[in-house]
């Protein structure tokens, strides 16, 4: 397994990521990084400067070698976006070449592959010309090249609807009823010790309190996400969206969007007290439709349980429904995957979002997995998203918006599929660095543009005790940095 020494950049990230995707681990060394367990061969990354404009990538391994000039030059101290996507592009070759695998997204270690798709259609190319620079510049296959762009067309559309002087508002409830063991959030359990659930309302009704005054953009999307929104009672659910909202400039016809992501924190209270809020949107994720799986990656419900929530819903008025699936949960096939699918798509929700497992750092799977062995199993995985796309399309819902995150099974994506008009315009929004997203609560992650036109990002305290502790200067920094 490979030694990658890096020379005139530290692009580590993302070649980090190749490895791991390769060899199933990566380890930082003094000169660069090492994938699996052993150090050869080694393989020399290298940037030179040769001018302000300019740069040339080489990666060497024995006798293969890639070179490129590229006609950008460096962003301080990082080499232009360009230089880094070819950095990556040329070590993803040297790794196919010496391993024989390739992976459906090439070189593409970032959150967004689409947005080199949105790229090449911002410039004028055609839609076939825009796959054929992903899967020959990029090495992804022609199958996900044709997703990404016909997936960045969809994100546009959506995304226009949402008016650039708009902000977003996210409200974070990180509380769960269970710990998912696929979960690495920084999430307390309801019922544990030190967890005070109407405390917790209080602080953000505080937080929102504060910060309303200063929100000078109009709000077009608010989701209500976690952990589990819904552990929370009916009158402290009801004091929370009622106080909160009522508080935000919303615009008129304002999408919501709670989460009531487990199935056994749902009932017909609760149901009518989000809809009674104005609640546009509902969550609720099945994850799996199998029992033995549901018991086995720590969740307390059922199948049966899943289904009759979600009939609740219905009852309760939701035309606007999203069901999450997991792809590639441990000891689950494709045929698995793909079953629960086919259940799902019987009760017609208006959206379906398909992740594939994240090996989360912190996780209790991941603990639980030998990571100096690879983990990925990708032509199983990548032909089972295919299939569930092409039963998707068969049913009338198409992919929206697409992400993706670091040590995926397979190195897949998440993608949401929507029936045209149903598209949840928070998600695009939030996705697309384009729209500022005001967070509250534990966690939250705020976003926002600054003076130089850089994406910044501005995180609350992720524990409950330090949110509590340090809200007052929370909500001070929040004003001085998002409301300047």
């Avoid at 990354?45 to 740069?55: F, G, H, P």
């Avoid at 070819?86 to 040297?94: L, P, V």
């Avoid at 947005?115 to 911002?122: I, N, P, S």
Wanted: glycine letters at 8%; proline letters at 6%; aromatic letters at 6%.
């Amino acid at each position: 397994m490979p030694t990658a020494v890096l020379q005139g950049h530290q692009e580590k990230s993302g070649l980090a990521e190749l490895l791991r995707l390769f060899y199933g681990s990566s380890h930082e060394t003094d000169h660069g990084l090492l994938g699996g367990e052993q150090s050869s061969p080694e393989i020399i990354s290298r940037l030179t400067v040769l001018s302000d404009t300019r740069v040339l990538v080489e990666t060497v391994c024995g006798a293969s070698v890639r070179s490129r000039l590229v006609e950008q030059g460096m962003e301080g101290h990082r080499p232009h976006p360009l230089a880094r996507r070819e950095i990556k592009r040329q070590f993803y070759q040297i790794l196919a070449e010496l391993t024989g695998q390739r992976f459906p997204y090439g070189s593409l270690t970032g959150v967004r592959p689409t947005r080199l798709a949105q790229e090449a259609l911002a410039k004028g190319h055609s839609p076939q010309t825009a796959e054929d620079l992903l899967v020959n510049d990029y090495a992804v296959s022609p199958t996900k090249a044709a997703l990404l762009v016909d997936t960045a067309g969809r994100e546009q559309t959506v995304l226009s609807t949402i008016p650039e002087g708009d902000a977003l508002v996210y409200l974070h409830v990180p509380i769960c009823p269970t710990r998912c063991s696929y979960c690495s959030f920084t999430c307390a359990v309801s019922g544990g010790r030190n967890v005070d659930l109407k405390a917790y309302v209080e602080a953000m009704v505080h937080e929102a309190s504060a910060l309303s005054p200063h929100m000078r953009r109009p709000i077009d999307s608010v989701y209500v996400g976690g952990g589990t929104p819904t552990v929370l009672p009916a009158d402290l659910l009801h004091r929370l969206l009622s106080e909160v909202l009522a508080r935000l400039p919303l615009r008129q016809h304002a999408e919501i969007t709670v989460e009531a992501g487990r199935p056994d924190t749902i009932d017909p209270e609760k149901l009518a007290v989000i809809r009674d809020v104005g609640a546009s949107r509902i969550s609720i994720n099945p994850q799996t439709l199998h029992d033995r799986t549901l018991t086995l990656i720590g969740r307390h419900h059922t199948a049966l349980e899943t289904r009759n929530a979600f009939l609740e819903a219905r009852k309760a008025g939701f035309d606007r429904i999203n069901c999450d699936l997991i792809a590639g949960l441990p000891q689950e096939t494709p045929q698995d995957f793909l079953s629960s699918l086919n259940q799902l798509i019987e009760w017609s929700p208006e959206n379906i979002t398909i992740h594939t497992l994240a090996f989360k750092r912190k996780s209790e799977l991941t603990r639980m997995v030998d990571r100096s062995v690879s983990r990925f199993d990708a032509p199983d995985w990548s032909d089972a998203l295919d299939e569930a796309h092409a039963k998707l399309a068969e049913h009338g819902l198409v992919p929206y918006y697409l992400y993706r995150q670091k040590d995926m099974v397979g190195g897949l994506e998440n993608t949401g599929y929507a029936r045209p008009g149903s598209e949840c315009r928070y998600n695009v929004g939030m996705m697309s660095d384009s729209r500022p997203v005001y967070g509250m609560g534990a966690g939250a992650m705020s976003k926002y543009v600054d003076e130089a036109g850089w994406l910044r990002r501005l995180s609350s305290p992720k524990d409950l005790k330090s949110y509590y502790q340090s809200l007052d200067q929370s909500i001070e920094n929040k004003i001085r940095t998002l409301f300047p």
